[in-house]
C-alpha cells in the first residue's frame, strides 16, 4: 500500500490547488452571508446563521494556507509538511462537520424565529427604543420587496398604526413599490406579499448551501487526509538500510 505513492502525490497536487478555488469560494459565502444578515439580526435572530457563516468563512482562510502547505508537502514528500498538512486538514473537517450540523439543526427553528422575530419587529416598529428594528424592518421590506407578516393589512393590528394621528397613512414607506407612499392621491401601490415565506424561505436556501457545500469539501478532505497518511506511511517504510559494513557507512 505504501510502496508507489504517485497517485497519492498527484491527487494530493490537484487537491491543493482545488483547495485554493474553493477557500475563495468559502470566503466570499461567509463574507456575503455576514453582510447580508446584519440587517436581520434583531428581528430574525440569524445569530446561528452567522456562527456557521464564521465557521465557513474561517475554514476558507485555513483552506488556502493548506494549499499552499499540501501542494509543497506532496511533491517534497516532507515528513512534518504532511504531518501539519494532515492535522489542519482535520481541524477544517471539524470545523466544516460542525458549520454544517449548526445550518442542519438551525433549519428546524427557522420557522418559529422568523415568525417571532417578524411579529415582534411590527409590533416595536416606529418606538425611539427600537429604533434598529425600525431599520431592519424597513430593510427587510425594501429589499425582499413585501410588507407585513402574511400580508399588507398586518400593519392594520400593530402599536404604530393606531399611534398615527393620520390613520390615512396606514403603512410604511417601506411597504411601498417606488419606496414612497402617497395616500393623499390614492397612487400607492404596495407590495402584496408578507415578509414571513420570503425571509423564512431565504434563510432555509442560505442554510440549505452552507450544509451542502460544507458536506461536500468534507468528504473531499477526508480523501486528501488518507493520501497524505500514505505518504507518511512511505517516509517511514521505505527508508534504505545500510549496515555498518557498507562503503558508504551508517545512514540514519
Known amino acids: 500500500m505504501c510502496g508507489n505513492a504517485k497517485p497519492q502525490k498527484a491527487f494530493l497536487g490537484i487537491l491543493s490547488l482545488v483547495f485554493w478555488g474553493v477557500a475563495a469560494g468559502l470566503m466570499f459565502m461567509g463574507a456575503w452571508m455576514f453582510k447580508e444578515y446584519q440587517h436581520y439580526d434583531e428581528i430574525a435572530e440569524a445569530k446561528y446563521t452567522l456562527i456557521s457563516a464564521t465557521i465557513i468563512m474561517a475554514s476558507g482562510v485555513f483552506l488556502f494556507l493548506l494549499g499552499i502547505i499540501g501542494c509543497v508537502g506532496a511533491f517534497k514528500e516532507q515528513k512534518c509538511l504532511l504531518a501539519l498538512f494532515f492535522s489542519v486538514m482535520l481541524l477544517i473537517f471539524v ?57 399588507y393589512t ?3 393590528n400593530t402599536t404604530w398604526y ?12 417601506s411597504c411601498c413599490v417606488d419606496g414612497k407612499c402617497d395616500f393623499a392621491n390614492n397612487s400607492t401601490v404596495l407590495y402584496q406579499k408578507g415578509c414571513y415565506d420570503k425571509l423564512r424561505d431565504q434563510f432555509l436556501g442560505h ?43 551508517m545512514r540514519v
Open 154 to 156: 398586518d400593519w392594520l
Open 95 to 151: 470545523g466544516l462537520v460542525a458549520g454544517s450540523a449548526l445550518a442542519y439543526v438551525y433549519r428546524d427553528q427557522v420557522d418559529s424565529r422568523v415568525m417571532d422575530g417578524i411579529t415582534e419587529g411590527l409590533d416595536k416598529y416606529g418606538s425611539k427604543n427600537h429604533s434598529v428594528i425600525t431599520d431592519e424592518v424597513d430593510f427587510m421590506q425594501s429589499k425582499l420587496q413585501c410588507c407585513g407578516l402574511h400580508n
Open 207 to 249: 442554510l440549505g448551501i452552507i450544509a451542502g457545500v460544507g458536506t461536500a469539501v468534507a468528504i473531499i478532505q477526508i480523501l486528501g487526509m488518507v493520501c497524505s497518511c500514505v505518504l507518511i506511511c512511505r517516509r517511514k517504510s521505505d527508508m534504505p538500510y545500510i549496515g555498518l559494513n557498507e562503503p558508504t557507512g
Open 162 to 173: 393606531h399611534g398615527q394621528t393620520n390613520k390615512t397613512v396606514a403603512y410604511p414607506n
